[in-house]
């Protein structure tokens, strides 16, 4: 997976963020599936609720195409 740099990152429109705050970048096929994995993860430490992880990945899977 590629890095974003902070102006890579800032170019992107929110659209391209799966999570609040600009959080969990899907502009890609390759960060959807890092999104989907690193949300999950999250959840399941305690960290995300499971209405914010539900939404990132629905996100993220749209960008997938499923």
């Known amino acids: 997976m590629s890095?974003?740099?902070?102006?890579?990152?800032?170019?992107?429109?929110?659209?391209?963020?799966?999570?609040?705050?600009?959080?969990y970048p899907i502009e890609d096929k390759s960060h959807a599936r890092n999104a989907?994995?690193?949300a999950t993860q999250q959840k399941n430490k305690g960290n995300l609720s499971i209405g914010e992880a539900a939404n990132i990945i629905a996100k993220a899977r749209r960008k997938l195409g499923g």
């Not at 890095?3 to 959080?23: D, E, I, Y």
């Open 3 to 23: 890095k974003l740099t902070t102006k890579q990152r800032k170019s992107f429109p929110t659209a391209s963020f799966a999570g609040p705050k600009r959080s």
């Open 36 to 38: 989907i994995a690193r």
